[in-house]
């Protein structure tokens, strides 16, 4: 089976099926942010994904403006964007769940769905957020539920989903939600239909998960999905996940979204799509 970056992969009884995404924050950082864009089209893709690419939640006019013309430019389209989590590079890994990031995460949503409206983006990221010591679990799950909900209600309003991620406890030792299990008792607990489960496959193979069961067993409640190999997060084919049949599970099951490319690859970014070939 070829997977290239603008293909759609079919799959049995379906007329559609899933194509590639690359997310910019991690592929072509060898480039200046605004470049980007350009450097996927070149590459083969016609979408792109995006953590939260500015330093503050509410970033100027000029800024958001700049970004959206160098997708526009071109000819891509931004799938996937992540509310503003913190400083990422320091360790933070979401503001849903601490009282004091709550304002901040508040302030982002409006601004981040406004952006996401614009470029025809209908999937936002909010990542939970580190767990605080100093206050209890129990409050910083009904902060996060409460923020949740905000997001879920501002996406609403673009006919978009809020997902929501697991990712695995060895490099996020503070980030509490490591399981599907855990990321669904979230999403039940908000109790909206337009909040779904972002399906980081190399995050969930790290923890030990079945990402095939996964996928076999619950691929409905999924409103996105990334990938990178395991061990190292580098691009399919250089770790030991098996990603031919994990391309080819999705395809059968009817899984109709994007998959994100969220790997670190090994050289040059544009060298690490000889995978899709074969």
């Not at 923890?207 to 996105?224: P, Y």
Request: charged letters at 20%.
């Amino acid at each position: 089976m070829t997977l290239s970056g603008r293909e759609k992969v079919p799959f049995a009884g379906g007329d559609g099926g899933f194509a590639f995404d690359v997310n910019l924050s991690i592929l072509f950082t060898e480039l200046p942010l605004l470049e980007r864009p350009e450097a996927a089209a070149k590459a083969g893709f016609d979408a792109i994904e995006l953590w939260w690419p500015f330093d503050g939640p509410v970033p100027a006019d000029l800024e958001l403006d700049r970004l959206r013309r160098a997708i526009g430019d071109a000819g891509v389209r931004l799938v996937g964007l992540n509310f503003d989590a913190g400083d990422m590079a320091a360790g933070d890994r979401g503001l849903l769940s601490d009282p004091r990031t709550t304002d901040r995460f508040r302030a982002n949503v409006e601004v981040a769905a406004g952006l996401a409206e614009s470029l025809g983006c209908r999937v936002l990221n909010a990542l939970y957020g580190n767990s605080a010591s100093d206050v209890p679990v129990e409050a910083q799950r009904e902060v996060a539920l409460g923020n949740l909900l905000l997001a879920a209600e501002a996406a609403a309003g673009i006919d978009a989903v809020v997902v929501v991620e697991a990712l695995n406890s060895h490099e996020n030792p503070r980030y509490p939600i490591t399981s599907s299990a855990a990321a669904f008792a979230v999403i039940d607990d908000v109790g909206v239909p337009n909040v779904a489960f972002l399906a980081d496959l190399y995050h969930l193979h790290r923890m030990g998960e079945d990402v095939l069961a996964l996928i076999d067993e619950s691929v409905s409640r999924f409103g996105h999905v990334q990938v990178a190999d395991d061990p190292g997060r580098g691009q399919p084919g250089s770790g030991g996940m098996p990603y031919q049949e994990i391309f080819e599970r999705l395809a059968s099951v009817g899984y109709r979204g994007h998959v994100g490319l969220e790997y670190r690859p090994t050289g040059p970014s544009a060298d690490s799509f000889a995978w899709r070939n074969g």
